[in-house]
């Protein structure tokens, strides 16, 4: 079946740019969805159809797909954006969806 | 605004059934999208369950699927999952979802309920 693979974790200075990836065999095929999730909470939307941003979200937060690779990209990190960030598509083949293992943002 | 609340108990015995309910407020279930439940183990990652659309079609993960029971109370507003024959492997946080069908994710989430199971 299909996989989505995160890195475990990313390091980031506050005010730095912050790069989470999502691999998938020609994920640039599928339509990549990205949930933040801090301790303790729900997982919330936070990116829909690779690059769109629902109401509420905050620019500093975009997302991109290309080949076999979606980057959820975080411009000027906050303290507050430390959460786990998880990747998501739908399999068509066998009409189930799929979440990758999910990233920990450490703010330094 | 769309809100959701899981329900059930907070402990289930190995073998028995889960039974979970998840109410909706600020929007009519009977509407339209899927009506999904994603679990969460404790200190892993998401799992996708299942979900239940235009009442009566369900779409569910291959690996639980023999165990999946999925329904709808449009009375009241509500859906529900049984998940048989449970084991330890079962413990999570399970959440209740919408699914938007056009791209397939999930918005909004429910809180969140802790399920164990344990004897």
Redesign the interface.
Known sequence: ?YVLTQPPSVSVAPGKTARITCGGDSIEDK?V?W?QQKPG?????LI??DSDR?SGIPARFSGSNSGNTATLTISRVEAGDEADY?C???DNN?????????TKLTVL | QVELRESGPGLVKPSETLSLTCTVSGYSISSGYSW?WIRQPPGK????IGGIYQSVNT?S??SLRSRVTLSVDTSKNQFSLNLSSVTAADTAVY?CARH?LT??????????TLVTVSS
């Open positions: 079946s339509s969805h949930y909470q729900a997982p919330i939307l829909y159809y629902p998880y998501q598509v739908w066998i009409d189930h969806s799929i979440f990758g293992g999910g | 999904d990652g998401l799992e996708w779409h993960n291959p959440y938007f791209g397939n994710w999930f918005d909004p989430w429910g809180q969140g």
